[in-house]
């Protein structure tokens, strides 16, 4: 839905943003059409395939298609942070997903992202250190240190080359952090001519 939505112009994509809303609150199930088959022949059989990720999957839709509208980003980032008290990983992993395709200045604060309990949210929050904010050294200080391998590899590919962190990130205690700071070290400077 999501694709076939932003190949349409701008404002014929106003209905599917309140369906992918209304799918992110929880007003429709991945089962609604179950009803229709109670006849079937599989009827008998159950599976299990886990939780639904279906409010999860429609923030990332709504975000995708929310463009640069605040009404729309304030319901996405008040239904993400209803969503994130309760969520597993692979939630967290969606919701933060949905909350990279805002704008940054519709977000909630850096500093407040940097120390969520959520790892996934905190790799937001590197992959959104290079905005302008007063905290943005604490920020990446913190996070540097975070416990969360994965968080400290993103922040390691989103710093500048030449960075102090660098240095400290390419001793760190996990391989692929390493690694990741290594890799942005040697990246050419895209301003060199």
Known sequence: MTVAALALPRDEQKPYV????????GELTADQGEELTRDHPLDRFRFRTGPSLLPQQGLVSAARL????????????????????????????????ALNHLAPDLLPPLTTLAVHHQPWIRCLATSLSNADSTGLSLCRNLLADDPDWRVRVNLARNLPDGHSLLARMRQDANRQVRQAAGRTARLPDPNAT
């Open 18 to 25: 309140e369906l992918a809303l209304r799918a992110a609150r």
């Open 66 to 97: 929310a463009g640069t509208d605040p009404d729309t980003a304030d319901s996405i980032v008040t239904l993400a942070l209803t969503q994130l008290r309760h969520a597993a990983d692979a939630e967290a992993r969606l919701i933060a997903r």
